[in-house]
């Protein structure tokens, strides 16, 4: 008594859709591609942010192709104040020059983004974006190898962190422009948990190989390979033609959810 068509116990539209959603989401191979895509990105972008202020010290005391922990990288552990000036002013430095890739990303963030929502557009805006980034960032490698000025790696990792970071915008919203809104939710939190992945094995890899090689640019180099493929796949990526299908679900199972809620079971 008191129950309308539809709303007893677990028999509720609201909940047979969401898990419907759900279901039709895991069961569609473009929410995990995506996922695959914001991994690689998330390997590229996550694999500097960490370790940006020792990339920007090393390169101050050029010694980013030489040793990935020289005596000006290397964290101090003394603590009677012994820490000469000049080196206390190259880590301040590095701590401010931080700042400038972030900045750039932000700044690179909501121009695409705009951009990106007022022409509807996302592929190029996308796809465009990371690969400049990638590039960049495969430059930078070689750049450091070549033992290029401080100026220069810098300008060139800020400005492959505003391409590798303006893909944000274009690549999670791009479900909600073929999906409805509930499926549109579930397949950013698919999508989103790929990424994590990314995002955990980027910093990893950096370190590991730094380590490994005793050189920043190897690493970066096999972050920019990460961030080539992702734009790659963005390009490649096809979504439903949404003029004639906005959901993932077939026209049988919208059927049967719709006289299942008309007529629910006695």
Known sequence: PGEGPG????????????????????????????????????????????FIPLLINSFLAGEAATGVYGESTRPSTSCDGDQGDGEASASTAAVLLSAIPFATAAVSMILIGKSSERTGERRYHGSVSVLVGALLMGALALAIQLGAPAIVLILLLSSSAAGIWGVHAPLVSWPYAFLPPNQASAAF??????????????????????????????????????????????????????ARSTSLATQDDRARLLARQTHPPR
Do not use: K, Q
Not at 199 to 210: D, E, N, Q, R, T
């Open 7 to 50: 709303e007893g116990p677990g028999e509720g539209p609201g909940e047979d859709g969401d898990s419907g959603a759900l279901m039709e989401v895991l069961r569609s191979w473009r929410p995990h591609y995506l996922g695959v895509v914001f991994a690689l990105v998330l390997l590229s972008m996550y694999g500097c942010i960490f």
């Open 189 to 242: 939190a698919v999508t989103n948990s790929w990424g994590a992945l990314g995002g955990f094995l980027g910093p990893s890899i950096l370190g590991l190989l730094a380590e490994t090689t005793g050189s920043y640019s190897v690493s970066l180099g096999f972050l920019a390979i990460g961030g080539v493929a992702a734009a790659i796949m963005l390009y490649l990526f096809n979504p439903p033609n949404t």
